[in-house]
């Protein structure tokens, strides 16, 4: 079974460019998170899709990130503009949901360098 | 926030145990005890978790005490590729969908 892939793996980019970055679950998963670690600091939260929809999305640092599960498969996190604190490594996860005990498997992230 | 407490590093011999700490004494009764690791440059991997039994699979095992309020995740083995960052994490039962709140963890330095 393949486990959860990121892509880029890695990505630098110039203040106030754009970036996208996508994750795609385990096949099957409903629940899907994004995390950040920026640099020096530890893993944060950024949000929760269920399917679809967002279930949390109290991570989210401000407006500048927008995350989208459109179909409730792969997910798309942007970054526009992009800032130089935006620098990190960005990790999806994935769970099965459905009622079962919600182990979290982890991507390899996208670490992002904002230049 | 983070609600565990871990020594920052700890050391360990190839081939020896290494036992890794954790306090958790404001713990309820519905909240588990996670372990997750992450090796340089990956991302986080789950290990095992408990709610107050001593749980024992493949990678590791986890003893939780009698009052919950510690734990030790315990590689029998310890082998140069478990050189981690160790985090131990603390979440709510009966709610699958609950972050994960990672702290600083503990850095295991598995030497040779």
């Known amino acids: 079974e393949a486990g959860v892939t990121q892509f880029p793996s890695h990505s630098v980019i110039e203040k106030g460019q754009t970036v996208t970055l996508r994750c795609d679950p385990i096949?099957?998963?409903?629940?899907l998170y994004w995390y950040r670690r920026v640099m020096g600091k530890e893993i944060k939260f950024l949000l929760h899709f269920v399917k679809e929809s967002k279930q949390d999305e109290s991570g989210m640092p401000n407006n500048r990130f927008l995350a989208e599960r459109t179909g409730g498969t792969y997910s798309t996190l942007k970054v526009q503009p992009a800032e130089l604190e935006d620098s990190g490594v960005y990790f999806c996860?994935?769970?099965?949901?459905?009622?079962?005990?919600?182990?979290?498997?982890f991507g390899p992230g996208t670490r992002l360098t904002v230049l | 926030d983070a609600k565990t407490t871990q020594p920052p590093s700890m050391d360990c011999a190839e081939g020896r145990a290494a036992n890794l700490p954790c306090n958790h004494s404001?713990?309820?009764?519905?909240?588990?005890v996670y372990w997750y690791r992450q090796i340089h440059s990956q991302g986080p991997q789950y290990i095992i978790h408990g709610l107050k039994n001593n749980e024992t699979n493949e990678m590791a095992s986890l003893i939780i005490t009698e009052d919950r309020k510690s734990s030790t995740l315990i590689l029998p083995h310890a082998t140069l590729r478990d050189t981690a960052v160790y985090y131990c994490?603390?979440?709510?039962?009966?709610?699958?969908?609950?972050?994960?709140?990672f702290g600083t963890g503990t850095r295991l330095l598995v030497s040779p």
């Open positions: 096949s099957g998963h409903d629940n």
């Open positions: 404001t713990i309820s009764g519905n909240e588990y």
């Open positions: 994490i603390v979440r709510m039962m009966n709610t699958g969908f609950q972050k994960l709140v």
């Open positions: 996860a994935s769970s099965p949901g459905g009622g079962r005990m919600d182990t979290q498997y």
